[in-house]
């Protein structure tokens, strides 16, 4: 009877071509997970040791792992992996069923606290800085995410906490991840301004006429059957904060996603900027 061994392997590009070349049966590859992989290795944020071996059944067929070699492959990089041989096949229906482990995950085994909030907040924040662009969307890794948040533990805690006050606050209308997300971006501009201006849209504080219409099409959105998507909300945000900050005017607040170019938060022109009632 023959018996699975598990050995640690440094798998090099020609180890991982050799181990697909012998493999049956290949599976549908999905480019982005490739792409990721091949990322995470050429950038030294692959980590070994994870306990998860690449698998190969009895006759050679890869049963788990076929993304990563081809990431190895690829990005002509050797890696130290745990490989499992002399599976049965039998066990292929039971392999990957599981959740995947996410962000929210990583941080609560990495004992942060607000684990259930900080990471979608970080991943917002990282994409209004870097832009958004429509039909686009750019999936960080759960490194990648928790590196942002070591690098300045006490700014996500601080915006995390303020983002439970400000969600109660305006009851519920938006969520957790966009409140924090916008607030740490504009927070980034301005500190000061970015709390008036949060304080106005979710507690109602001394609201300007802007920010007013801002709280009017959110709330009408929240009660609507057909929503608005999020980036439609985003826009409709920062074109307010821009209008508060320029100190201008508009009739309606609208947010035109054939004719107008996706808006970036404007800075205040002076640090002498006053708080208006626009």
């Known amino acids: ?23 049956i049966n290949n599976r549908k590859v999905s480019e982005v997970t490739v792409n990721r992989y091949i990322n995470d290795m050429k ?43 002399g599976l049965d096949e039998s066990v292929f229906d039971v392999l990957d069923t599981g959740k995947s482990r996410n962000a929210s995950d990583a941080f609560q085994v990495a004992g942060i ?15 209004l800085q870097n832009g958004i662009k429509k039909g686009t969307s750019i999936k960080l890794t759960n490194a990648e995410v928790l590196k942002m948040y070591y690098d300045d533990e006490m700014f996500w805690q601080k915006i995390s906490s303020q983002t ?5 606050s305006f ?28 304080d106005q ?38 074109k307010a904060w821009n209008i508060w900050i320029d100190g201008s005017n508009v009739k309606l607040l609208k947010f035109d996603t054939v004719q107008e170019e996706y808006p970036t938060a404007k800075k205040p022109k002076s640090e002498l900027f006053t708080l208006t009632s626009n």
């Not at 439970?164 to 109660?168: D, T």
């Not at 519920?172 to 924090?180: A, E, H, K």
């Open 171 to 198: 009851a519920r209308m938006i969520n957790p991840s966009l409140i924090g997300g916008i607030y740490s971006h504009l927070y980034r501009i301005s500190p000061e301004l970015s709390k008036n201006f949060m």
């Open 201 to 238: 849209l979710c507690v109602g504080i001394n609201c300007s006429n802007i920010v007013n219409k801002l709280r009017n099409v959110l709330m009408k959105d929240k009660l609507a059957l057909r929503k608005i998507t999020i980036n439609h909300k985003i826009a409709l945000i920062i």
């Open 164 to 168: 439970n006050s400000y969600y109660e």
């Open 43 to 85: 950038n030294g944020k692959w980590k070994e040791d994870t306990g998860e071996p690449i698998k190969i059944a009895k006759s050679g067929r890869i049963l788990d792992g076929q993304h990563r070699l081809l990431a190895l492959v690829k990005s002509q990089c050797s890696i130290y992996f745990h490989v499992a041989t």
């Open 1 to 23: 009877m023959e018996t699975i061994q598990i050995t640690k392997q440094l798998i090099t590009p020609s180890i991982a071509k050799a181990y697909l070349e012998a493999n």
């Open 113 to 127: 606290k607000n684990s259930n909030t900080i990471p979608s907040i970080i991943t917002m924040c990282y994409h």
